[in-house]
C-alpha cells in the first residue's frame, strides 16, 4: 500500500482559498485514480473530486466551478477558491494502482489514502 499524506489545512474566511497538497510515495501519474474525499462528523463521507490517468476529472456538484484536482511530481493538489461554510470538514487524498476499466467514480474503494486534513471555513 502507497503511503499518501495531506497538508495545507487551517482555519479560513468564507470566500477564501486553501490549496491541499498530498505526498504521494509512488508517482500519482501511474495511479488508474486519484481522488479528493470530505467528511464532516455526522455526515456521508463525499467524494469531492477524481482524476485519471488520462488527466480526465470529474467534480461533484457541490465543489464544480470552485474547487480544482491536478497532479505534480510525487503530489497530488486540491485548489479550493470560494470557500464556504459548508466546506468545513475532514480532507483526504486517496489514490489506486490497481487497473480500471472506463472511468473513476467520484465515490471509489480507493487503496491508498491519506490520514487526513481539517479545513475550517468561518463566515
Known amino acids: 500500500q502507497v503511503q499518501l499524506a495531506e497538508s495545507g489545512g487551517g482555519s479560513v474566511q468564507a470566500g477564501g482559498s486553501l490549496r491541499l497538497p498530498c505526498a504521494v510515495h509512488?508517482?500519482?501519474?501511474?495511479?488508474?485514480?486519484m481522488g479528493w474525499l470530505r467528511q464532516d462528523p455526522g455526515k456521508e463521507r463525499e467524494g469531492i473530486a477524481v482524476m485519471d490517468r488520462t488527466g480526465s476529472k470529474a467534480y461533484a456538484d457541490s465543489v464544480k466551478g470552485r474547487f480544482t484536482i491536478s497532479a505534480g511530481n510525487y503530489f497530488l493538489y486540491l485548489q479550493m477558491n470560494s470557500l464556504k461554510t459548508e466546506d468545513t470538514a475532514m480532507y483526504y487524498c486517496a489514490a489506486d494502482w490497481r487497473p480500471l476499466s472506463g472511468g473513476c467514480p467520484l465515490e471509489y474503494s480507493y487503496e491508498s489514502w491519506g490520514q487526513g486534513t481539517q479545513v475550517t471555513v468561518s463566515s
Open positions: 509512488q508517482s500519482p501519474y501511474s495511479a488508474y485514480c
